[in-house]
């Protein structure tokens, strides 16, 4: 459609305004062609006729759907006012300060610290296609970095602007993102280095400007580089143009290089006071500028952190002391007082301070600097002369000097820090940062504005030609024909500045020259290139300036200084004298073979585009011009070679006011910075691109039936087109996408406004008119009801008369009278019916009454003498049952004593049949030690002493025996007297229970529960008090043994055997006595029990008959056969009788049941109570065993004493052990025979004496002794027992066998020790064998339980932690052995192969999963058979016996706690990996809600992705990721907790990555989108509870992100909208709230934005907050994880091994 048409009523346009450059108005009238007046209506309500040119109308406004975009492009009218307005609706009421105008980046300066720089920020930048979010410094860097990564290509980002504008900060925050996301594994810190290059170049080389507190006064280019993996290893820095003058003047209200500050503020410490430095008032070069502080800026703190980053680089302290020097020399060197001599000569004082510290700083003579500082030699052909320099001369000769030291200064201090940045690997790709001067046009401006305009201009031609080139690459794409587009070529301004014969090459020609003057160039510009250049003018009003109209804007340039500054000289003679410097840094700066360090990396190869003079004078400088021109042609070259990005920063205002949006201003800085000239490119061509896609969900409200029933949506769109949209020319069909020109989608969107206003006046009309509708139907049915009242009213008014009104008086009277009568009779009749019921009633509940208390007081009496009878029966059975208890105690007891007297019996005719059996052979013995016995004899008196001595020592211990024997006695019988006691109290309960059996039911329960902790506590003390004879018993057993021990070593030569014989015969004929009274007494037992069985029989039926006699003593037939038929008539009448009847029956059921659950109560009771009297009774009959036992030990002892009084007698152990010794006498000869040979020491010379000289036994049996001292004692007692046993003896036979047996002894001892020597080896050598084994099966069995198992080969059909389970048997396997050493390897083993196991599956969720669950199931396992009360509470009785005896294993405990919190963190992090990619796309860029989002347009990020789009993300995505991870979690038994732990994680991740996207995508802040969130929030709630999670506090995790939700779709107009957002949002920050409310974005025209001041209103509500002023939730946090403990319910006994688990070394115990 024609552009004329659109010029229509209620449309705006922009009309040019002096003040804010644009501003709005609405077109009054419709607007026709060739009219010469637009008639407009301005915002304030005033009309205006304005003059308008048919070819050049007002520009139209956007409509206000389209205000307010992230991309500038995105406009359907691409101008000047639609940018400006815009922008500010992005900065000052949206508080955005980033906009993307196109390829280019715009950054206003907010002049505040604004929270949107954290890592969070980066995070959630990092990897995001940039359309998709917000625009952002960041955005632009992850851009070039996923362009470097997947290209290959290098990159640069061009940050330009003027100063003040945030240059430095935006390449800061851009290099920091790269250090960030790029982060390398190295212990290196690249990074950090890269990002404190920054602090030292800023303190070198920025400075306070009247516009800028930290002006960058260089061009600064940092190229970092990153291998093949995409991580920085180094960076390279080139800079431009240093600002030279600086260092010797400032104007006004700045300041010098901040480096000169920091060191005057840090001159009194003492690292700094032998450079002699004070105040920076106190120096000539810091004070210029008068103020010497910057507000809000510590000058001595940031002189530390200079310091922090030169050591962080590597700097040493010496080299940081020398570069300070050398800023101290400058400072004094800039008060050095020069006084004029005369008109013509200067001269400096000997004296003077600053100079002399000056030369004592860089080890310079002062007379000859303080001589060539006022003069300078000429050197001609002929002669050289030396010439005086006036005051002014000297002046700039120093000044000259000081600028030359610092440029030289600043170029080391680069080059340093490109050192230390260097990278011994090779260069896979770089990013380059370019952060250089904007466009600069001030008052004066001189040869450093020059240079920098001219750079601005090579910047811009290649903007230009890469604007050109991707449009055209993008119609291309589309195949759209390419027609030429005209844009401004800004190559003749170069041409004019670099050319031959160019401004910059006429310039260093008449610096060549001797007298070369600034006139003199000048005059020469004039000549060649006024009226000649149309670029080229000279001022009307000056001879000393010349203008050139640059592509931003005339630039008038003052010619002043213009030759000096690109000479850049100092005097030869200085310069000598520099060089002669005894300080290495400073004479290093001014070597004549100096090679100027190439800022530029060796991989690129630059070609100049101009051919560039070379000088053919050795003497010849390169001025700075030349210079500059140089590394302009390479860095453009630089340029060229890689991808660029642009980023163009704003300067809002000059009063640094936070978010105050100046219109000329920016509107100036906009023009200069090329972004209007991409807008103009753009709005030429087809500024508007959509997609089908979106062209179809934007735009289908237009579509006709018929079109919408066409499948191929791409044809749609085209019909739609072409029926609306006549002139082909207004738009292009491209494969993807329409092209359209400008204008065309707002005509677009107003035919989309006026249908749905159209839609909306029929809705409307329906609603209207069927509202009326309803309103007048209810009207009409009012009125009708009021007609009705009112003429019913009419008619009984007309009909009632006089006559009427008395007939109906007098039957009003009559009716009074007849219904009083009628009532009183009525009233009188049931008067009498009530009183005679009354009487009958009462008189019937009187004889019940009477009838109860004669049945209750017989009901007592039977009472009386059941519990009577039922008492002396309890009684009767509980003594019945002591006599049984009683009798079975002695049945056992004598079946007990019979059988140990059977196994002495038989012990004794084997002890009999075989010394009958060697006493043949021991007579030829005796016959040969006859001889031997007079040897024996000299040591008789020496054994009879010790004798007697040790039979003292027996008698005594033999009395402290009998009386703590009496002791036990009478503790015996006071034991018995106390469990009398206890029966017979025992007893009294019993009666006591018996009587109290009908009692009420609590009272019974109560009673015994008190007779139930009665006997437990009693039986406790039984219990102790058995233990506690148990052990007295065994102290007994032990000295009974060490006596036994005694005497069997000293009852060698008794001949006691006859005696023994004659008593066991003896013995052996009570035997069939004892045989009788055994089956005589189990008779009686028998007997016993089938008498108290049948007792207990008729107890029970008793028991049963009493009951039923007590139930039916309340028989209901009984009390019915009492009343009269005359009783019952009476209660029958209403009905009373059969109540009554149902009543009681009720009752008598009740009690019924009652008595029958009294009766199984009391049965029950009962036999428990039989159980616990049995139970006692079996604990009474083992302690009595245990006293029979000490009794019989005791006997023993006493038998014992008397045998050996007599020495007669002798016990039946020593007669066993005399027969065994007499049985192995003889193998033991033979071995010892055979193994003399290998015994060692002094055991070979004792058995070899032994074979051939008896006669040295005394001293074989002391060589013995020594050597085995743990037997000596022993021996000595053996000796002792031997002599007193000879001095008994009356036979010498009997001495004989003594001595025989003794020889016996020393030779089974010696033939012991050496046994027990090799078997003591081969134990050791079987456990290190045995030990090696284990170790080997641990790790055998933790490689296959840790290693070789798959989780999903374990989880199916097999118990959770099954590895687990089998870990733990195998501990409680060496627990069992106590064997520290295996268990200790055992755990160590599983604990590290978990670890590896781990180490090596970092990335594979279900191995994760399985062995999380599996390392909480074996700590588990640990807890609840540690033997620790607090983890036995739910352990089965068998389980109990399964806990470890011998070992804590605490310290185990916690290690594998903290390998479990390990393996926690790293399953978190694989699930929020894995499922991070799908949040955003699935929570807020997928419509749950199809149809209720309008697309709208999108800009040229959004359509020129870096990233082509893949499959997108649903909502079910999300859903099915999160079943993947419950389901693998449930199989693989991780704990329920565990589980709903992790579940938290993820939905606070899942809320926090949402909200965080939401608040960097102002396109997704709008109220549709709100309800897709809250649709998306109810998914997972929904999947929660089905789940059955919904106590895991997921949902908690997403009150901010449904709160937020709930803000998009809230009513955001009023106060109390304002209050109602205030106390709702709680759990979302101040700062969240407002970014939601600034970014909140209608989609249609319907909606309204949120208006500035509302957002003030609930900012200030707000302001009382204490909250957090982070703008982004961080995603990284973890809750702490707490790892319940759950025993297992799986008995040990019961788990089965698979054999897939390969673990058949492995045996069931």
Not at 1259 to 1272: D, F, G, S, V
């Amino acid at each position: 459609m024609a552009v004329a048409e659109l010029y229509t009523q209620y449309n705006r346009v922009w009309i040019p305004d002096p003040e804010e450059i644009w501003k709005s108005a609405e077109i009054a009238k419709d607007y026709r062609v060739g009219d010469k007046i637009l008639r407009l209506l301005l915002e304030d309500g005033t009309e205006l006729d304005y003059s308008v040119d048919p070819e050049s109308l007002p520009p139209l406004r956007n409509p206000d759907i389209l205000v307010g975009e992230n991309d500038l492009t995105a406009l359907s009218y691409l101008h000047e006012p639609a940018v400006l307005h815009n922008l500010r609706i992005r900065f000052a009421e949206s508080k955005l300060i980033y906009t993307y105008s196109g390829i280019i980046l715009v950054a206003m300066n907010p002049y505040k610290q604004l929270p949107i720089y954290g890592d969070a920020i980066i995070h959630a930048y990092s990897g995001q296609n940039m359309g998709d979010m917000d625009p952002h410094i960041f955005a632009v860097a992850e851009e070039a970095y996923k362009q470097m990564a997947r290209n290959n290509r290098n990159q640069s980002i061009i940050v330009s602007g003027e100063s003040g504008a945030g240059k430095t900060v935006s390449a800061r925050y851009a290099m920091r993102y790269f250090a960030t996301v790029s982060k390398s594994g190295s212990n290196t810190h690249v990074e950090d280095k890269v990002l404190a290059s920054n602090p030292i170049t800023e303190a070198v080389g920025n400075a306070k400007t009247t516009r800028n507190d930290n002006s960058s006064r260089f061009g600064k280019y940092t190229e970092i580089s990153f291998d093949e993996r995409n991580q920085i290893i180094g960076a390279n820095m080139r800079t431009y143009l240093l600002e030279k003058s600086r260092v010797v003047f400032q104007s006004e209200n700045e300041r010098n290089y901040h480096i000169f500050y920091q060191l005057c503020a840090s001159a009194q410490q003492s690292e700094f006071k032998h450079l002699k430095l004070g105040s920076a008032e106190e120096f000539n070069y810091t004070r210029m500028g008068g103020n010497t502080v910057i507000e809000g800026v510590n000058d001595q703190a940031e002189m530390v952190e200079t310091q922090k980053t030169f050591t962080l680089l590597g700097f040493k302290e010496d080299f940081q002391m020398d570069v300070f020097k050398i800023l101290a020399a400058i400072l004094h060197l800039g008060n050095v007082q020069i006084a004029a001599v005369g008109s013509e000569r200067s001269s400096i004082s000997e004296d003077d301070r600053h100079l002399e510290v000056f030369c004592e700083l860089l080890g310079l003579e002062s007379g000859r600097v303080a001589q060539w500082l006022c003069s300078r030699k000429i050197v001609t052909s002929s002669e050289t002369v030396v010439k005086p320099m006036t005051r002014p001369q000297a002046v700039n000769a120093r000044d000259a000097l000081a600028k030359k030291i610092y440029a030289h200064l600043f170029d080391f201090i680069v080059e340093s820090i490109n050192q230390a940045l260097q990278f011994s690997g090779k260069q896979h790709t770089f990013i380059g940062v370019l952060d250089i001067y904007g466009f600069e046009t001030f008052d004066v401006n001189s040869f450093e504005q020059f240079c920098i305009n001219y750079a601005n201009e090579k910047l811009q031609q290649q903007f230009n030609m890469h604007v050109f080139k991707l449009e055209q690459e993008e119609y291309m794409k589309e195949d759209i024909p390419w027609t030429l587009i005209d844009f401004y070529d800004n190559q003749p301004v170069i041409d004019l500045i670099e050319a031959k014969m160019g401004i910059l090459e006429l310039l260093d020609e008449e610096c060549l020259l001797p007298h070369g003057t600034d006139e003199n160039w000048l005059q020469k510009l004039y000549n060649n290139f006024v009226n000649k250049n149309p670029l080229f003018e000279k001022p009307r009003m000056s001879n000393t300036s010349f203008v050139l109209q640059h592509f931003a804007d005339k630039v008038e340039y003052k010619c002043e200084g213009f030759l000096e500054k690109n000479r850049d000289t100092v005097y030869d003679m200085l310069v000598e004298i520099l060089r002669a410097s005894k300080f290495h840094l400073c004479a290093s700066f001014f070597q004549e073979n100096q090679v100027p360090p190439s800022p530029f990396g060796s991989m690129i190869t630059v070609k100049s585009a101009k051919q560039v003079i070379k000088p053919n004078s050795k003497h010849f400088r390169t001025t700075v011009g030349s210079k500059f021109r140089s590394s302009l042609y390479l860095l453009m070259e630089t340029l060229n070679a890689t991808t660029p990005h642009y980023v163009r920063c704003i300067k809002p205002n000059d009063e640094k006011l936070p978010f105050e949006f100046d219109s000329k201003r920016i509107v100036q800085q906009l023009r200069a910075c090329g972004v209007l000239e991409t807008i103009r490119i753009s709005a030429q061509s087809y500024p508007s691109r959509w997609t089908y896609i979106e062209f179809y969900s934007r735009y289908s409200i237009l579509m006709t039936k018929q079109e919408l029933s066409f499948s191929d949506k791409k044809e749609v769109c085209k019909a739609v087109l072409h029926r609306f949209i006549q002139d082909s020319n207004q738009y292009q069909f491209g494969k993807t996408k329409i092209f359209f020109r400008a204008g065309q989608v707002a005509y677009l969107e107003k035919l989309r406004l006026d249908k749905l206003r159209q839609s909306c006046v029929m809705i409307q009309k329906h609603i209207r008119g069927w509202l009326q509708r309803k309103k007048f139907l209810r009207e009409r049915r009012a009125a009708l009801i009021i007609q009705q009242y009112f003429r019913g009213q009419q008619t009984v008014r007309k009909a009632i008369t006089a006559m009427a009104l008395k007939e109906a008086w007098a039957a009003i009277i009559i009716q009074k009278h007849c219904r009083g009568y009628l009532v009183r009779s009525l009233y009188q009749l049931i008067r009498v019916a009530t009183i005679t019921i009354q009487a009958y009633t009462r008189g019937f509940l009187a004889r019940r009454r009477y009838r109860k208390m004669l049945e209750e007081h017989k009901a007592v009496i039977l009472q009386k003498y059941a519990r009577a009878w039922l008492a002396r029966r309890r009684f009767q059975s509980i003594r019945r049952f002591v006599l049984n208890i009683q009798l079975t105690y002695r049945v056992q007891r004598l079946q007990k004593k019979l059988e140990d007297q059977n196994k002495e019996n038989h012990g004794l005719v084997e002890k009999l049949t075989s010394l009958a059996a060697l006493r043949a052979g021991d007579v030829e013995k005796i016959q040969k030690l006859e001889t031997e016995l007079e040897r024996a004899a000299t040591h008789r008196q020496h054994y009879e002493e010790k004798g007697k001595r040790y039979r003292d020592a027996v008698e005594e211990k033999l009395a402290k025996l009998q009386k703590h024997n009496s002791e036990l006695e009478t503790e015996k019988g006071k034991i018995q007297l106390k469990l009398q006691e206890k029966t017979e109290e025992l007893k009294e309960k019993m009666d006591n229970l018996t009587k109290q059996l009908f009692d009420d039911v609590r009272k019974e329960e109560q009673q015994r529960m008190l007779l139930e902790k009665s006997f437990e506590l009693k039986t406790q003390d039984y219990e102790k008090q058995i233990q506690s004879l148990k052990e007295e018993i065994k102290a007994l057993k032990d000295e009974k043994m060490q006596l036994q021990h005694l005497v069997e070593e000293g009852r060698v030569t008794s001949d006691g055997l006859k005696a023994e014989v004659a008593h066991l015969s003896s013995q052996a004929k009570t035997i069939s006595e004892f045989e009788k009274e055994i089956e005589l007494l189990q008779a009686q037992k028998i007997d016993v029990e089938k008498h108290v069985q049948s007792q207990k029989r008729e107890m029970r039926e008793k028991m049963s008959e009493i009951t039923k006699q007590l139930l039916e003593s309340y028989d209901v037939e009984d009390v019915r056969s009492r009343l009269s038929v005359e009783d019952l008539e009476h209660l029958n009448e209403d009905g009373e009788l059969w109540f009554a009847y149902e009543g009681l029956k009720k009752a008598t059921r009740v009690l019924e049941s009652h008595f029958q659950s009294q009766k199984d109560c009391y049965e029950k009771e009962i036999e428990a109570l039989n159980f616990k009297v049995v139970h006692l009774s079996q604990e009474i009959n083992h302690l009595q065993k245990l006293f029979r036992e000490e009794n019989d030990i005791n006997e023993s002892i006493r038998h014992e004493v008397t045998r050996l009084t007599s020495e007669n007698m002798m016990i039946p152990d020593f007669k066993q052990q005399i027969s065994e010794l007499e049985k192995q006498k003889q193998d033991l000869e033979i071995r010892l025979n055979e193994q003399a040979e290998k015994m060692k020491g002094k055991l070979e010379e004792l058995s070899n004496q032994l074979s051939c000289n008896q006669e040295e036994e005394g001293t074989q049996r002391k060589a013995i002794e020594t050597q085995n001292e743990i037997h000596t004692k022993e021996k000595e007692k053996l000796i002792g027992k031997i002599q007193e046993m000879q001095e008994a003896s009356e036979h010498l036979k009997k001495q004989f066998e003594t001595e025989s047996e003794v020889k016996s002894n020393f030779r089974q001892e010696a033939s012991r020790l050496t046994l027990e020597n090799r078997d003591l080896e081969e134990e050791l050598d079987m456990k290190d064998r045995v030990i090696k084994k284990l170790q080997d099966q641990v790790k055998m069995l933790s490689k296959t339980v840790g290693k070789d198992l798959k989780p999903r080969g374990v989880v199916v059909n097999m118990i959770p932690g099954l590895p687990a389970h089998i870990l733990f048997m195998c501990v409680r396997y060496a627990d069992s052995l106590n064997d520290a050493n295996m268990l200790k390897s055992l755990m160590n083993s599983t604990i590290n192969g978990i670890k590896q196991v781990v180490k090596e599956h970092l990335e594979d969720f279900e191995m994760l999963s399985f062995w999380l669950s599996n390392t909480c199931h074996f700590l588990n396992c640990l807890k609840q058979y540690s033997g620790e009360e607090e983890f036995m509470k739910h352990n089965s009785p068998q389980q109990n016996k399964n806990c470890l005896n011998n070992f804590d294993l605490s310290e185990y405990r916690q290690i594998l706690s903290d390998v479990a919190i390990r393996i926690y963190h790293q399953f978190i992090i694989i699930m929020e990996n894995n499922i991070q990619p799908i949040i955003v796309p699935g929570m807020l860029e997928y419509e749950s809600l199809q149809g209720i989002s309008g697309l709208k347009p999108t800009g040229f990020r959004k359509r020129s992705s870096s990233i082509d789009d893949t499959d997108a993300y649903t909502m079910t995505s999300v859903l099915q990721q999160l079943s993947y991870f419950y389901s693998t979690m449930c199989q693989n038994g991780l704990d329920p907790e565990l589980v709903r732990q992790a579940v938290k994680q993820l939905f606070f991740l899942i809320g926090a990555v949402t909200l965080n996207s939401l608040f960097l995508r102002k396109d997704m802040c709008s109220c549709r989108k709100g309800m897709q969130i809250r649709c998306n929030i109810s998914y997972l709630e929904e999947w929660l509870k089905d789940k059955n999670l919904q106590n895991s506090l997921a949902k908690e995790t997403l009150e901010p992100l449904s709160q937020a939700a709930w803000l998009l779709q809230v009513k955001k107009t009023t106060d109390s909208d304002a209050k109602e957002i205030y106390e709702c949002c709680t759990s979302l920050s101040a700062v969240q709230i407002i970014k939601i409310l600034n970014s909140y974005t209608p989609i249609d025209d319907f909606e309204k934005r949120v208006t500035p001041s509302f957002v003030r209103k609930v900012q200030a509500l707000l302001s009382s907050r204490e909250d957090s002023s982070q703008l982004m939730l961080d995603t990284k946090y973890l809750f702490q994880v707490t790892f319940p403990f759950t025993p297992s319910p799986h008995a040990l006994e019961m788990i089965q091994i698979p054999s897939s688990f390969k673990l058949g070394f492995l045996n069931r115990l």
